[in-house]
């Protein structure tokens, strides 16, 4: 079925499945999404938001250099750690079903989501990671 997360509906129309987006050009971000399927084989697919429709990522754009979306239905469902939580969610797999829902209660889902910005902004750092893997600096 290729890399996209299309489907076509017996209408002709095409419409979007969720799908985990993650940056594809950051090496980091490769690896700790293959690391994900690999181990817990989720059922949500994980695509490079660079590979997904123009008019679907446009209005995300700043988000998508930031963090993991899940996209469901064509709409943001969720991004970050939450996304992460979801995409762990989708596996067949019961204890990596359990972890995900774990990442969604307070207090962890508070700890997942600074563990998630930390780490966020410091890709280039870390293995696999590059320049390319850097965030845009902001002043806010």
Known sequence: MGDTAMNSTAAGA?????????????GFCQAAVRQIQLRARPRTR??????????????HLKRLDREVLLFDGGRVSCGGSPAIAGFLGSSPA???????????????????????????????????GSAACALPRTTD
Do not use: F, K
């Not at 095409?14 to 950051?26: N, P, Q, S, W």
């Open 14 to 26: 095409t419409e979007l499945r969720a799908v985990l987006a993650y940056d594809g050009d950051c």
């Open 46 to 59: 994980a695509v490079t938001w660079q590979t997904l429709p123009p008019e679907l990522t446009r209005p």
């Open 94 to 128: 019961r204890l990596y079903r359990v972890v995900g829902r774990c990442l969604r209660l307070p207090p962890i889902s508070l700890a997942a989501h600074v563990i998630y910005r930390t780490v966020a902004r410091n890709r280039h750092r870390m293995p696999g």
